[in-house]
């Protein structure tokens, strides 16, 4: 395995060569939470100002958001659908760019120190299994350029996550 290797000046820069790298070690591999946990780290490794990023899986048995493989902090295990930025990403079925957390109405604080957040819906074909949640400890790290290179991952990545 090759290590990830981002030298980029920009955010869009970085995602541009991230992005590819990520896409080279998830191809031939098969195993969802070795995908996911792969994912995670690289962007984890490549961005300074995230704090946390993980996914939630969607569990049918309980109807709830289940916590995935992750990098960060220790982490809030289940979410209700509807609930704070996972769950109400997951109920709209839309990516949600909060500035700062605490005026999001609802949030839940897993991580007293997070100020901003995003977080993009999983989908597999047209059925949504979960969201990717990013934290950061500054406030308004999230743009437009976070959405679109996030949403483009997740769109090439959603089929190596199987459940």
Known sequence: ?????????????????????????VGDESNSIANMANIVAALKQTFSYYSWVGFYLYDQTSNELVLGPFQGKIACTRIAIGRGVCGTSFKKR???????VSQFPGHIFC????????????????????????????????????????????????QKIIL
Request: hydrophobic share 40%; glycine share 2%.
């Open 1 to 25: 395995m090759e290590e990830i290797k981002v030298t980029a000046e920009t955010k869009e820069e970085l995602y541009k060569q991230l992005l590819p790298q990520i896409f080279s070690i």
């Open 94 to 100: 839309e990516t949600i760019i909060v500035a700062d």
């Open 111 to 158: 991580d007293a120190d997070s100020k901003s957040e995003i977080v993009v819906p999983v989908y597999q074909g047209n059925k949504i299994i979960g969201v990717l949640d990013v934290d950061s400890h500054e406030y308004d790290s999230f743009d437009i350029t976070d959405k679109k290179y996030l949403e483009q991952l997740i769109s090439v990545v959603a």
